[in-house]
């Protein structure tokens, strides 16, 4: 009977002992797929806060170059581009100023533009000159001592450069502008004037008469012969 006990002792003290020795193993397999998950689940966290690269602040502050913000020097340097005049009807005009005598005008213009708030480069717009508009580019601008300026632009037509001059004061303007169609002079009184061909001037005063010649009798001699 000892004997029996002393056996059914020993198989509880081997089961305890195993259950013991078993519940870390059983443990350790089961808590290795959470440690690997959790080492994988690490690696995308670090991945994703993979530092930016450093940027100085000169490149920070460059802006991208592109098509859009690229402007032109006339942009940047703020260069004006404005009329000289604005058209009237002669009509109207001659109810201000009269046109020259015996010569037609082609038109009747009052100035807008003050030609001392412009300088070099500026573009100015001479329009409506028998159906045709001249954009002519500011060569110089000089103030002349009695408070007049005296301007020369140019435009260019295939290749060929033509030039025109303005001559402006606070009682006249006077422009001769050179062009692909020929000649024009634009006279006016204080800033109320006409546009004239030049080859009509020039017909005009061609034909005027000169003035008659009295021509002296002569007298007779009157010395005895």
């Not at 002792?9 to 870390?24: H, Q, R």
């Not at 412009?118 to 001249?134: H, V």
């Amino acid at each position: 009977m000892n004997k029996v006990i002393l056996v059914i002792v020993s198989l509880v003290l081997l089961l305890a002992l195993g259950f013991f020795y078993m519940k870390p193993i059983e443990q350790k397999i089961t808590n290795e797929p959470s440690k690997k998950k959790a080492e994988h689940f690490l690696k995308k966290i670090q991945k994703k806060e993979q530092p930016m690269p450093k940027v100085s602040p000169n490149q920070a502050s460059k802006p991208t170059k592109n098509k859009e913000n690229i402007t032109t020097d006339k942009q940047e340097e703020g260069h004006i581009k404005t009329a000289l005049y604005e058209t009237l009807s002669i009509e109207e005009a001659k109810l201000i100023t009269p046109p020259r005598k015996n010569i037609a005008p082609i038109a009747a213009i009052r100035i807008t533009q003050n030609m001392s708030e412009l300088q070099s480069n500026d573009t100015l717009t001479l329009s409506d000159i028998e159906g045709e508009d001249y954009t002519l580019t500011i060569q110089s601008i000089t103030q002349n001592n009695d408070g007049s300026t005296s301007t020369t632009a140019s435009y260019e037509d295939e290749g060929i450069s033509y030039t025109t001059t303005i001559t402006q004061s606070a009682k006249s303007n006077y422009i001769t502008l050179s062009t692909a169609n020929g000649l024009y002079e634009i006279e006016t009184r204080a800033d109320t004037g006409y546009i004239y061909r030049t080859d009509s001037i020039r017909k005009a005063l061609q034909s005027r008469t000169p003035n008659d010649v009295i021509i002296l009798p002569i007298p007779k001699n009157t010395s005895s012969e």
